[in-house]
């Protein structure tokens, strides 16, 4: 398992990273859970380059990811990406899932994104099965900075202690 990757618990919109990851909907106009607090925390601006990014493309697909201005927040950007939600595994929710995590950290690797903390996506409302998510999470970061020298710290940032643990015995 790569050093750089560490695990805490606690609330994403107080860490001090270069960037957050938020687990946003497709219309990223901010919602419930952690992509509700990561718009209250990080203010109007957050949420006005949101709506230039759904002018100009669209929305985000799932899987996809863009990225904004932290705003308020103690983080310099927000990467806002879009978790599948879960139908019992047969729409490819697997790979979609990962593919936010590569996404999420090519676009940090492309604006100089140093350090990086995840939140536990699609696994709230998205109801994708937490232990499942939290394997993909680990493998996908894990694969991504065997090729990656620049990122130097990937944060996974539980919110409960189920997913706590869960991380704990997959990062060892």
Not at 9 to 25: H, P, R, S
Not at 50 to 66: D, H
Not at 133 to 150: E, G, N, W
């Amino acid at each position: 398992m790569d050093k750089r990757i560490k695990l805490q618990q606690g609330d994403i919109t107080k860490l001090q990273v270069d960037a957050i990851v938020n687990a946003a909907n497709s219309s990223l106009m901010g919602g419930g859970g952690v992509d509700g607090a990561i718009h209250r925390a990080g203010g109007k601006q957050i949420l006005e380059e949101c709506i230039q990014i759904v002018n100009r493309q669209g929305g985000c697909k799932t899987g996809e990811a863009v990225i904004t201005t932290g705003g308020n927040l103690p983080a310099k950007y927000v990467i806002h990406t879009v978790g599948p939600v879960w139908n019992g595994g047969k729409r490819n929710e697997e790979q979609l899932l990962a593919n936010c995590y590569n996404n999420s950290l090519k676009i940090a690797a492309n604006n100089g994104v140093k350090s990086i903390a995840f939140p536990n996506i699609s696994t709230g409302v998205y109801r994708f099965p937490k232990e499942q998510a939290a394997a993909i999470a680990v493998k996908t970061v894990d694969t991504f900075l065997q090729s990656d020298q620049d990122i130097e710290e990937v944060i996974f940032i539980c919110f409960d202690d189920e997913n706590y643990r869960l991380y704990e015995k997959l990062l060892g």
